[in-house]
């Protein structure tokens, strides 16, 4: 194949490439060439022929359009390196990219002719569409986003996964990932262990998506959900006519899982007559519905999980050894978060992409961030999903700090609650700012011009309904027309007519000039 071509292709549709940055490229020996939609880029790289070509990618904070756009060019991995731009805070985004065959993550505001100079020279000595073993330990620091090589094999295993929610960047994780992938060729029943809210459902799609089976389905059950007849019945289904009711025949997920994966969570809540069933389906392979006579053959792999001690449930009684050797043919373990800190921030940065409205560009304070990886996490990935919630709710400006941190440690919110004034507060807009309009001496003053004096007969509907009746009034007699009341206000025209109607039934001397 021949050298790499010296232009580069430029595709970011939220900006464009500036003169300046034109000449930074031109200072590590390349020219960049714009590309607006998906069709110029396509054309461009059919234009390369068997030149080696290089795609500069920046897609803001969409994941789905980072995977899209590396997705569309599979057809020409072995020919175009992609370079991905991602901002510091979107530790996810360089995950996904590196796992979905970016050659090299650049920070969107690292544009020094040495940053671009390695990211070139990663460029011309990978091949094209290979995965890179980088971002395996990367965190979030106080400095911004950090990605470096951990130059093991698991990490570039790791980033091959093609289940979008992983999360597994420490190396603790990237081992057991890498194991994860390798027991998923074979097709052996596996049992994963851990905590609650740890992964291990995440762990079972690896295996699923990771193995030869990835195009069947991947059926679940917590055991732990139903009583037991339904859990057979949810399991193994049943005839048409086998009991009272049965007026159809019923799949179980035994039947709807051929050809892919069947997912066991909870395993250890099975009650024991059922475990003696399951048993005897794992070692025949093969099931008879309930009500039928005919066996049917089954070909499937067999995933499960549990967070008890299995060996002592056996020791007690309430788990057949036979069944555990029978599940247990490879055991992975999935360690609690405190035990892979490497993953918090990563998650972190995961969940706030998730729950982000709109546009809105969340950042995690370095103070922050320490009292996120400092906290044990007893409550795992779950509990991290809480606080992060938590803390978008209590955050007005997207920026988090440690006062936005609520967590289930005997503080919930107390820094928080210490922080707040004891001032009444306007409601405001989604983004928890009051719009600046509502700022005005002239609007505020007949709401809060005084303390509000309660009595017997002072309602809190009496006191909400006379006020919002002063900022309107205030609101008209400031504003040249209604529309620029409204905006004042921070609502609609619409609603500004409504709520006048309203205030005109209820006192039609005060609002009558309006």
Same mark, same amino acid.
């Given at each position: 194949?021949?050298?790499?071509?010296?232009?580069?292709?430029?595709?970011?549709?939220?900006?464009?490439?500036?003169?300046?940055?034109?000449?930074?490229?031109?200072?590590?020996?390349?020219?960049?060439?714009?590309?607006?939609?998906?069709?110029?880029?396509?054309?461009?790289?059919?234009?390369?022929?068997?030149?080696?070509?290089?795609?500069?990618?920046?897609?803001?904070?969409?994941?789905?359009?980072?995977?899209?756009?590396?997705?569309? !060019? /599979? +057809?020409?991995?072995?020919? $175009?390196?992609?370079?991905?731009? &991602?901002?510091?805070?979107? #530790?996810? =985004? @360089?995950?996904?990219?590196?796992?979905?065959?970016?050659?090299?993550?650049?920070?969107?505001?690292?544009?020094?002719?040495?940053?671009?100079?390695?990211?070139?020279?990663?460029?011309?000595?990978?091949?094209?569409?290979?995965?890179?073993?980088?971002?395996?330990?990367?965190?979030?620091?106080?400095?911004?986003?950090?990605?470096?090589?951990?130059?093991?094999?698991?990490?570039?295993?790791? !980033? /091959? +996964?093609?289940?979008?929610? $992983?999360?597994?960047?420490?190396? &603790?994780?990237?081992?057991? #990932?890498? =194991? @994860?992938?390798?027991?998923?060729?074979?097709?052996?029943?596996?049992?994963?262990?851990?905590?609650?809210?740890?992964?291990?459902?995440?762990?079972?799609?690896?295996?699923?998506?990771?193995?030869?089976?990835?195009?069947?389905?991947?059926?679940?059950?917590?055991?732990?959900?139903?009583?037991?007849?339904?859990?057979?019945?949810?399991?193994?289904?049943?005839?048409?006519?086998?009991?009272?009711?049965?007026?159809?025949?019923?799949?179980?997920?035994?039947?709807?899982?051929?050809?892919?994966?069947?997912?066991?969570?909870?395993?250890?809540?099975?009650?024991?007559?059922?475990?003696?069933?399951?048993?005897?389906?794992?070692?025949?392979?093969?099931?008879?519905?309930?009500?039928?006579?005919?066996?049917?053959?089954?070909?499937?792999?067999?995933?499960?999980?549990?967070?008890?001690?299995?060996?002592?449930?056996?020791?007690?009684?309430?788990?057949?050894?036979?069944?555990?050797?029978?599940?247990?043919?490879?055991?992975?373990?999935?360690?609690?978060?405190?035990?892979?800190?490497?993953?918090?921030?990563?998650?972190?940065?995961?969940?706030?992409?998730?729950?982000?409205?709109?546009?809105?560009?969340?950042?995690?304070?370095?103070?922050?961030?320490?009292?996120?990886?400092?906290?044990?996490?007893?409550?795992?990935?779950?509990?991290?999903?809480?606080?992060?919630?938590?803390?978008?709710?209590?955050?007005?400006?997207?920026?988090?700090?440690?006062?936005?941190?609520?967590?289930?440690?005997?503080?919930?919110?107390?820094?928080?609650?210490?922080?707040?004034?004891?001032?009444?507060?306007?409601?405001?807009?989604?983004?928890?700012?009051?719009?600046?309009?509502?700022?005005?001496?002239?609007?505020?003053?007949?709401?809060?011009?005084?303390?509000?004096?309660?009595?017997?007969?002072?309602?809190?509907?009496?006191?909400?309904?006379?006020?919002?009746?002063?900022?309107?009034?205030?609101?008209?007699?400031?504003?040249?027309?209604?529309?620029?009341?409204?905006?004042?206000?921070?609502?609609?025209?619409?609603?500004?007519?409504?709520?006048?109607?309203?205030?005109?039934?209820?006192?039609?001397?005060?609002?009558?000039?309006?």
């Amino acid at each position: 194949m021949k050298n790499m071509s010296s232009t580069a292709l430029w595709l970011d549709p939220f900006r464009s490439l500036k003169p300046a940055e034109q000449v930074l490229l031109g200072q590590a020996g390349v020219s960049a060439s714009m590309v607006c939609t998906y069709e110029e880029l396509e054309a461009s790289v059919a234009q390369l022929g068997d030149q080696r070509g290089l795609l500069v990618l920046g897609l803001g904070s969409d994941i789905d359009l980072l995977i899209e756009a590396l997705q569309l !060019l /599979q +057809s020409a991995k072995d020919r $175009v390196s992609v370079i991905c731009r &991602v901002e510091r805070r979107h #530790l996810e =985004l @360089a995950v996904a990219a590196m796992r979905h065959g970016a050659c090299h993550v650049l920070a969107a505001d690292d544009w020094s002719a040495q940053a671009w100079r390695k990211a070139l020279d990663c460029a011309k000595t990978q091949a094209p569409g290979a995965a890179q073993p980088v971002a395996g330990a990367g965190s979030v620091q106080s400095t911004g986003l950090s990605m470096h090589k951990p130059g093991s094999v698991g990490a570039s295993l790791a !980033l /091959q +996964s093609g289940v979008r929610s $992983v999360v597994f960047v420490d190396p &603790v994780s990237i081992k057991l #990932l890498a =194991l @994860a992938q390798r027991v998923a060729q074979a097709q052996v029943a596996v049992l994963i262990e851990g905590p609650t809210g740890s992964g291990k459902e995440v762990l079972a799609r690896v295996l699923h998506e990771s193995s030869p089976c990835a195009d069947g389905p991947f059926v679940g059950l917590n055991c732990a959900a139903l009583p037991e007849h339904m859990i057979e019945d949810m399991l193994f289904g049943h005839e048409k006519g086998a009991f009272t009711g049965a007026v159809k025949d019923h799949r179980g997920l035994f039947e709807q899982a051929q050809g892919g994966t069947i997912f066991l969570d909870e395993v250890g809540e099975l009650p024991i007559a059922l475990q003696a069933k399951l048993l005897r389906v794992l070692q025949e392979r093969s099931l008879v519905k309930l009500g039928g006579e005919r066996a049917i053959a089954l070909n499937l792999r067999v995933v499960a999980a549990t967070n008890k001690n299995l060996r002592l449930a056996i020791e007690q009684r309430e788990f057949r050894e036979d069944l555990y050797f029978r599940l247990s043919t490879f055991k992975l373990r999935v360690p609690p978060v405190s035990e892979r800190t490497g993953d918090i921030l990563p998650i972190v940065a995961r969940l706030l992409a998730r729950y982000q409205r709109d546009d809105q560009a969340w950042s995690v304070s370095p103070a922050a961030q320490l009292r996120l990886l400092s906290y044990p996490w007893p409550g795992n990935v779950r509990e991290i999903e809480n606080v992060v919630q938590r803390a978008m709710v209590l955050c007005g400006d997207c920026h988090i700090d440690t006062q936005h941190l609520m967590f289930d440690d005997g503080a919930d919110g107390a820094e928080f609650l210490s922080s707040l004034s004891h001032q009444p507060v306007l409601p405001g807009p989604p983004s928890c700012q009051l719009p600046s309009s509502l700022s005005s001496p002239s609007l505020l003053s007949p709401m809060f011009g005084g303390e509000v004096g309660f009595t017997a007969g002072n309602k809190l509907q009496t006191v909400v309904k006379n006020s919002e009746q002063s900022v309107i009034r205030s609101a008209l007699e400031t504003s040249k027309n209604k529309i620029e009341a409204a905006q004042k206000l921070g609502i609609s025209p619409r609603t500004l007519r409504y709520k006048m109607a309203q205030l005109r039934d209820n006192n039609p001397e005060q609002l009558a000039s309006a």
